[in-house]
């Protein structure tokens, strides 16, 4: 079993509104700010007349959640990415916990990992490029095996996909004879070869279901299998793993919120821990707490997930005060603007999936569609 050690509690704010002026690209700002999001070792790109009129569109739609000084860095890479990924017929598939600056500065594609796989699949697209992190990579190329699929930075791990392998998955099934291992998607190629049927955490109470057995596997996040167990009637085998960002979340905290701001709506990711679910107003997958805002529209919401989602929603809901998580998820963050566009100048590093565990894996995945595709995932 999986021992993860103790966390510090994070800090939450509420974002004040950016500043609105359009950056003047004829200023004499040439000297950058420092920024933790771009490399030290990539030069830094001009921020010209042309660059401030091309990506002038882009940054009034975020100039809420974008500071002003930030915009003549990141504006070149927007700029070149976009022109470049013409030239390689490239699409960029972005996950909901990346930067607004890359959510919608070069996205093609927003949205969850199974989402941003199907869409790779679809499309006409000699390469595919995945903002995210590994196991959503896999994925894609599971589903594109005739594609190249890059991921900017091989780093872009999970702590919950790394807390279970493939040869611990056979010994489940070794200890479990005859009990069918359900495997949530945030997994890497090997271990979804070893199962049965792969879910998400918009479906996974469906696919236990679905399966007609007593009892399941369920890998590996545990408060998953723990919120599923409590909705079904199924006996659940649990694997103790855990998101490092969601298990973070505590209910004592979200009392503090309660507290501090009468009335706000609170909504959780059911990777959470199980107090935090029970204290909250929504429980629901990225894509669901999009969806629930849309249609309930609180004033005041904390979203109890991953920060950059929380700004990335305010973008398309202005209306809604969001308070922010300062909870950011240290592998999605290795995606940056400069990576995006190394790897498309080089096509490095590039994705590839054993061919047997990935016609493996791809059964357990269409196992899960014929059950029905979920409406919100991951």
């Known amino acids: 079993m999986v021992h993860m050690e103790p966390i510090a509690r994070p800090t939450y704010f509420r974002r004040e509104p950016a500043s609105r002026a359009f950056p003047d690209s004829t200023a004499p700002h040439q000297t950058r700010p420092q920024n933790p ?14 660059v401030a ?12 959640v974008i500071p002003e000084p930030e915009w003549p860095v990141h504006a070149p890479y927007i700029a070149a990415i976009n022109e470049l990924k013409k030239q390689r017929n490239a699409k960029l598939v972005v996950h909901n916990y990346q930067t607004p600056e890359i959510f919608y500065g070069v996205a093609d594609y927003t949205g969850d990992s199974l989402g941003m796989a199907q869409y790779g699949a679809e499309t006409d697209a000699d390469v595919i490029l995945v903002c995210g992190v590994r196991f959503m990579a896999e994925t894609a190329k599971i589903l594109s095996p005739e594609k190249m699929v890059l991921l900017p930075d091989m780093d872009a791990g999970c702590s919950l996909a790394a807390s279970i392998t493939a040869e611990e998955v056979r010994m489940l099934k070794e200890q479990h004879p005859g009990a069918p291992v359900v495997t949530y998607v945030n997994t890497y190629a090997d271990v979804r070869a070893e199962s049965d049927i792969c879910c998400t955490s918009a479906n996974a109470v469906k696919v236990v279901e679905s399966l007609g057995a007593e009892r399941v596997i369920f890998i ?9 167990a409590g909705e079904t009637d199924v006996e659940v085998i649990l694997w ?19 507290e501090a701001w009468p009335g706000i709506h609170i909504m959780a ?3 959470c821990p199980p107090d935090v679910l029970d204290e909250a107003d929504f429980v629901g997958s990225t894509s669901g707490m999009i969806r629930h805002v849309s249609d309930t529209r609180p004033e005041r919401v904390f979203m109890m997930t991953e920060c950059s989602m929380s700004d990335n929603v305010a973008v398309e809901f ?61």
């Open 269 to 271: 990711h059911p990777e």
């Open 53 to 64: 009129a091309r990506t002038r569109p882009i940054y009034e739609r975020v100039k809420d």
């Open 37 to 50: 999001m771009i490399d030290t070792d990539q030069a830094v790109l001009d921020y010209t007349p042309d």
């Open 318 to 378: 202005p209306d809604v005060d969001f308070v922010r998580p300062c909870n950011l998820c240290p592998h999605m963050k290795q995606i940056t603007l400069p990576k995006i566009l190394r790897s498309l100048e080089t096509l490095a590093p590039a994705i590839d999936v054993e061919p047997e565990i990935a016609a493996r894996a791809k059964l357990a995945m269409d196992r899960m569609l014929e059950v029905g595709r979920p409406s919100a995932t991951t």
């Open 220 to 228: 590996p996040d545990g408060y998953l299998g723990r919120y599923v």
């Open 240 to 258: 103790e793993g855990y998101c490092e960002v969601h298990e973070r979340f505590t209910a004592a905290e979200m009392l503090e919120m309660r």
